[in-house]
């Protein structure tokens, strides 16, 4: 079974309160966080019709800070599927209410697995590609996953060679004390 991406699509919009605030008087990283994760799980719910729960999170770079009273809108859709998993793509932007001006905040990818009522993974459809966005977008899924897998088996602790970083770690603000 496959289905169109835009069938799993979820856009969520927030307006940011103090009470989400840090110390210095920006909105949490940490609530942005939970909000994504939330968007991510909806999404991918759709997607599978199945309860989803969320394997890991790639790279979350925070671009820009959203302010108190800013608008906060989060954008979620099915980058990728695999047999039981799916990539969903996260992007978040703020708005200005008062000049309309539109941040792009961060963009992040969460791989979600969907589950049986006994927490079993089970299959979840495919997805039909029908742009170059969408190609381009599980293409990089595709890519992002091999490299991750070469970076495991790369540092794997049984197979790591000391001598072949000692080179990288001259270059960088750190001191090496074997004891």
Do not use: W
Request: hydrophobic residues 35%; proline residues 2%; positive net charge.
């Amino acid at each position: 079974m496959f289905k169109h991406i835009k069938d799993s699509q979820i856009t969520i919009s927030e307006l940011m309160k103090p009470m989400y605030s840090n110390f210095s008087g920006k909105i949490h990283g940490g609530y942005i966080l939970n909000l994504m994760d939330q968007i991510a799980f909806a999404c991918a719910s759709r997607h599978s019709r199945h309860y989803c729960v969320t394997a890991s999170v790639n790279k979350v770079n925070f671009l820009h800070p959203i302010e108190v009273g800013e608008l906060v809108t989060l954008k979620a859709s099915v980058n990728y599927t695999g047999r039981t998993s799916m990539v969903i793509g996260v992007r978040v932007e703020s708005e200005n209410i008062h000049s309309g001006e539109i941040k792009h905040c961060n963009s992040s990818y969460f791989t979600m697995v969907a589950k049986d009522d006994d927490g079993n993974n089970v299959p979840v459809p495919g997805i039909i590609l029908n742009s170059k966005t969408a190609i381009r977008r599980f293409s990089r899924s595709i890519t992002r996953q091999e490299h991750a897998k070469k970076r495991s088996e790369n540092f794997k602790a049984s197979s790591f060679k000391i001598e072949e970083h000692l080179e990288l770690l001259k270059a960088n603000n750190v001191k090496i004390e074997f004891s």
